[in-house]
């Protein structure tokens, strides 16, 4: 029933943006923390960025911090990543994940499709 639909991935040049969006449902949104991860082609799941159930703590992976911002918006069931000076290594199926309580933003129980995200020049 849980439900998480990425969207915003394409492609951009180096130091550009992106918005990306996940729309969730199946489950009481505002209860949960959420994360987004992403996998690179050849590599593992990487963890980018987390946010607690009410967005007041938000915490970021060291190759993103200061250039990406996760936010939400409970009242539309709704989790972007504003991605900011967007770099090559950038380049990666980025997904939107559930975690299991309020503040866990490592312990992932579900996660959407994934948007692609290209950076290139």
């Known amino acids: 029933q849980v439900q998480l639909v990425e969207s915003g991935g394409g492609l951009a040049q180096p130091g550009g943006s992106l918005r990306l969006s996940c729309a969730a449902s199946g489950f009481t949104f505002s209860n949960y923390a959420m994360s987004w991860a992403r996998q690179a082609p050849g590599k593992g799941l990487e963890w980018v960025s987390g946010i607690y159930s009410d967005g007041s703590e938000t915490i970021y992976a060291d190759s993103v911090k200061g250039r990406f911002t996760i936010s939400r918006d409970n009242a539309k069931n709704m989790l972007y990543l504003q991605m900011n000076s967007l770099k090559p290594e950038d380049t990666a199926l980025y997904y939107c994940?559930?975690?299991?309580?309020?503040?866990?933003?490592?312990?992932?129980?579900?996660w959407g499709q994934g948007t692609q995200v290209t950076v290139s020049s």
């Open positions: 994940t559930k975690e299991r309580g309020s503040r866990a933003v490592f312990s992932r129980d579900y």
